[in-house]
T-cell receptor
Framework: NAGVMQNPRHLVRRRGQEARLRCSPMKGHSHVYWYRQLPEEGLKFMVYLQKENIIDESGMPKERFSAEFPKEGPSILRIQQVVRGDSAAYFC??????????????FGDGTRLSIL | AQTVTQSQPEMSVQEAETVTLSCTYDTSESDYYLFWYKQPPSRQMILVIRQEAYKQQNATENRFSVNFQKAAKSFSLKISDSQLGDAAMYFCAYRRDNAGGTSYGKLTFGQGTILTVHP
């Protein structure tokens, strides 16, 4: 019964390159959340997705960032033309459909993105 | 918008002693959930305890318990019989209730409290 799987664990990019972060939710979970944690800070919500739908992207920067959760495969957080300020830990969390009991989110181990 | 505030950047405790971490929040909602998450140096986010706002009884999980004061919007975490493995960053978090036909599980986190446990 695997938990939330994120890869890669560490990702190094040079300024101007693209970063792709992957998240496979727990089995049976159809809701995915992405959070960003800057150094010495708490986690900040970025985007909430269900299969093939973006439900809330109020925490996403307006430019360069995008997210998807296709019908098949993992959720992807994509950062284009990365800058030094994008260096952070990016966490994915998943939860089951809300129709059941309100469930806490289960977190992956995060991807640490470093921009050179 | 909801906000969560942890006013203690750092706390320390002797092994086997008790420590309390503070958290306050601001919301206009009446139904919501509150959580404490632990983040050790490995960076995992581990759920420690959760509290439903409609429940008056404080949640407990083994050595961890909360003091939930809804009117004061306060949600402190008490760790009893502290162990070396409790050393971590602790985050308080808020989430709206999913009732009312909306499916909205976004968590709002506080800034975190670093807990050091001395042997």
């Amino acid at each position: 019964n695997a938990g939330v799987m994120q890869n890669p664990r560490h990702l190094v990019r040079r300024r101007g390159q693209e970063a792709r972060l992957r998240c496979s939710p727990m089995k049976g979970h159809s809701h995915v959340y992405w959070y960003r944690q800057l150094p010495e800070e708490g986690l900040k919500f970025m985007v909430y997705l269900q299969k093939e739908n973006i439900i809330d992207e109020s925490g996403m920067p307006k430019e360069r960032f995008s997210a998807e959760f296709p019908k098949e495969g993992p959720s992807i957080l994509r950062i284009q033309q990365v800058v030094r300020g994008d260096s952070a830990a990016y966490f994915c969390a998943s939860s089951p459909p809300w129709q059941g009991e309100n469930q806490p989110q289960h977190f992956g181990d995060g991807t640490r993105l470093s921009i050179l | 918008a909801q906000t969560v505030t942890q006013s203690q950047p750092e706390m320390s405790v002797q092994e086997a002693e008790t420590v309390t971490l503070s958290c306050t929040y601001d919301t206009s909602e009446s139904d919501y959930y509150l959580f404490w998450y632990k983040q050790p140096p490995s960076r995992q986010m581990i759920l420690v305890i959760r509290q439903e706002a409609y429940k008056q009884q404080n949640a407990t999980e083994n050595r961890f318990s909360v003091n939930f004061q809804k009117a004061a919007k306060s949600f402190s975490l008490k760790i009893s019989d502290s162990q070396l493995g409790d050393a971590a960053m602790y985050f308080c978090a808020y989430r709206r209730d999913n009732a009312g036909g909306t499916s909205y599980g976004k968590l709002t986190f506080g800034q975190g409290t670093i807990l050091t446990v001395h042997p």
